[in-house]
């Protein structure tokens, strides 16, 4: 009987492994090829000679974001779909570090997930994702040029 429970419990344990290990290498590949898309876009349909950060943005519609420069140096950004390309020059932007700043100045404590340029039509900006104190999830835009406070929301607590 004892035999029995513990090849159950290591039969239980290979499988947990196997479905643990299947699930990690697939996100890991997932990601890869989100990598490798975002490059070859880059390198195909900019001027982007030398990618700098890729990042996703999810609001009304994904992009893939790629900051990087051009070939004379210049610093630039992509918002990229399979069927649309936006792209601006990053002089007279905010950058990333004094967004970074702004939230953990105004929300001391805050454990900042990401910061990803985002685009809504003509709108450029940052959203900020980050968890506060209370261990809640809160978005905070704040506008790409100038970097004034565009919106927040914050999610609800799940119930423990």
């Not at 890729?54 to 893939?64: A, C, D, L, P």
């Not at 929300?107 to 985002?118: L, Y």
Request: hydrophobic share 40%; charged share 20%.
């Amino acid at each position: 009987m004892v035999k029995r429970i513990v090849w159950l419990l290591t039969g239980i344990l290979l499988i947990s492994c196997f479905a643990a290990y299947h699930l990690a290498s697939s996100v890991v590949a997932d990601q890869q090829r989100f990598v490798e898309q975002a490059r070859q876009w880059a390198l195909t349909r900019t001027s982007i000679t030398q990618i700098d950060e890729i990042s996703e943005y999810r609001g009304k519609q994904s992009y893939t974001v790629v900051i990087g420069k051009n070939k004379v140096g210049t610093p630039v950004i992509a918002w990229m779909t399979a069927d649309e390309l936006v792209f601006d020059l990053l002089e007279g932007t905010v950058p990333k570090k004094n967004v970074e700043e702004t939230v953990l100045r105004n929300h001391p404590g805050a454990d900042i997930q990401h910061i990803v340029p985002g685009i809504d039509g003509e709108q450029r900006f940052w959203e900020v994702l980050y968890i506060d104190e209370e261990q809640q999830y809160n978005y905070v835009y704040y506008d790409f040029y100038t970097g004034a406070f565009l919106r927040a929301y914050r999610l609800n607590k799940l119930p423990s």
